[in-house]
């Protein structure tokens, strides 16, 4: 039997941040404008990724892999960052070229994306679509690369996977998702805000990104339009003019143009390298190039989404009167104990969860979840019926049978029934040896029982000699 041999490595330095578009989008601003002062017509697609088109660069400077040399050169030496350049037929290709650095000669980028592995559809940050299902679909249909894909005739593409598929099919062949669209969008569609005073603070900027979207998105959508060009433009009190493209294959949302516009605004207003002089005086929301908007027509059978119009203007304006954190949601992500699951963020952000929900994480406590999770669990006491503290001891078994429990919080006292322990052992490769605890699932009733006394579940775990309350089950 020949033994195992197992490597294991540890990186102590690593750090891992959730994801955070304001975040990306403040800190990118600087290597946009870096960008932006060798090449025109610069088009941010999300944080962290830009488009050129390469005809105009490389007249000037002679070569394709010249005009990638310069920019990389270039954003180095401004702003300090490393970027990577990748130059092909198309966005989606071009994209994938960047991640890899490399230069696809013109015409052969459908025999680059033909070696590709499927998954490399899914790119919502560039498709602006979440085809992790589509992917894991061809995926068990046997096609594994985008040629093989690409190979298939388009009705048979369209009858089995439908529209998401044709546009996915589209890409797989080195073509864009949809034709472009030559006709210029109507002039008076530019939204124009005029600011006095100017604005100079974040908050006030996100109250007016919200503000101007609505607007935007309203006019569009009577016209039976949608934008996937967006053009930000402002004006400042020292006369400076400052403008951005943001590109999107989709149709741009409200949510989404707000977004884009708060991002814009926040990099312009917070940027070392770039920051204007002076408060933004005006501002304009262009719609460089529409589409059609039926799919965001209201539903058949009226206007459903009032009251949600209504309640979202008013938190709008709750931010915009108290600042961009004074109105939070919760969103659910992965995890195995109820208090690290949800994440509060503020009103109108993505709800993007810290970590994937799907993932099989072994110990995560079941369904249901408790209804009510303190910030700060709580310390309890375990007792059998004489009186002596439980624990868990090293094999994960109960040391007795609980009989009563004793919490800071008003409680019942009396155990009816329990479940567990369950044991949880988690980072076991951290500093400290990471963590190692064991839950329970206990029913309370008052002393003495009374069939007239509401049961309550509670959810207890025993961690490094001492129990606390995680949650309660109403």
Not at 144 to 169: E, Q, T
Not at 378 to 389: H, I, N, T
């Amino acid at each position: 039997m020949v033994p195992t041999r197992v490597v294991v490595v540890w990186c102590p330095e690593l750090v891992v941040l959730a994801d955070d578009p304001d975040r990306d989008a403040q800190g990118f601003e600087p290597v946009v404008a870096a960008v932006e002062s060798l090449v025109p017509g610069v088009e941010v697609v999300c944080p962290g990724l830009v488009a050129v088109p390469a005809r105009g660069p490389t007249r000037y400077f002679g070569d394709e892999s010249r005009v990638a040399e310069r920019i990389v050169e270039v954003v180095a030496a401004r702003t300090g960052v490393q970027c990577q350049v990748g130059i092909a037929d198309g966005l989606f290709a071009a994209t994938l070229a960047a991640q890899r650095g490399l230069r696809v000669p013109p015409g052969d980028s459908v025999g680059f994306l033909a070696g590709l592995g499927i998954a490399e559809l899914h790119q919502p940050a560039v498709t602006g679509a979440d085809r992790a299902a589509l992917v894991d679909l061809l995926h068990r249909l046997g096609l594994r690369i985008l040629g093989a894909f690409a190979a298939l005739p388009v009705d048979d593409v369209a009858s089995r996977f439908g529209l998401d598929g044709v546009r996915a099919h589209r890409l797989a062949r080195g073509l864009d998702e949809r034709l472009p669209l030559r006709r210029p969008p109507p002039a008076d569609l530019t939204v124009t805000r005029r600011f006095d005073p100017p604005l100079e603070r974040v908050d006030a900027a996100v109250f007016a990104s919200r503000e101007a979207a609505g607007h935007l998105h309203t006019a569009l959508a009577s016209r039976g339009l949608a934008c996937v060009r967006l053009g930000i433009s402002a004006c400042t009190e020292a006369g400076e003019e400052l403008h951005r493209v943001w590109r999107y294959t989709e149709s741009l949302t409200e949510s989404a143009i707000a977004d884009r516009v708060r991002w814009q605004l926040d990099g312009w207003l917070t940027s070392r390298g770039s920051r204007p002089s002076a408060g933004i005086t005006l501002l304009r929301l262009i719609p460089e190039e529409t589409i059609g908007g039926q799919a965001l027509q209201r539903g058949l059978w009226g206007e459903s989404g009032k009251d949600d119009e209504r309640a979202d203007r008013a938190l709008v304006r709750v931010q915009g009167m108290l600042g961009h954190q004074a109105v939070l949601m919760g969103v659910l992500g992965g995890g195995r104990d109820p208090t690290d699951r949800v994440r509060l963020v503020p009103w109108g952000d993505g709800l993007t969860p810290v970590r994937d929900v799907h993932f099989p994480w072994p110990g995560r406590l079941p369904a249901p979840s408790p209804s009510r999770v303190p910030t700060h669990p709580l310390p309890a006491e375990v007792f059998d019926d004489a009186g002596r503290a439980l624990g868990v001891n090293g094999r994960g078994r109960l040391t007795g049978v609980p009989y009563r429990i004793a919490a800071e919080e008003n409680l019942p006292p009396r155990v009816l029934s329990w479940a567990g322990p369950w044991p949880l052992v988690e980072r076991w490769w951290g500093p400290g040896g990471g963590r190692c605890c064991a839950r329970l699932q206990a029913v309370l009733g008052a002393e003495p029982v009374e069939p007239s006394t509401e049961p309550l579940a509670v959810l207890l775990a025993y961690e490094t000699g001492h129990w606390r309350v995680e949650g309660v089950y109403e």
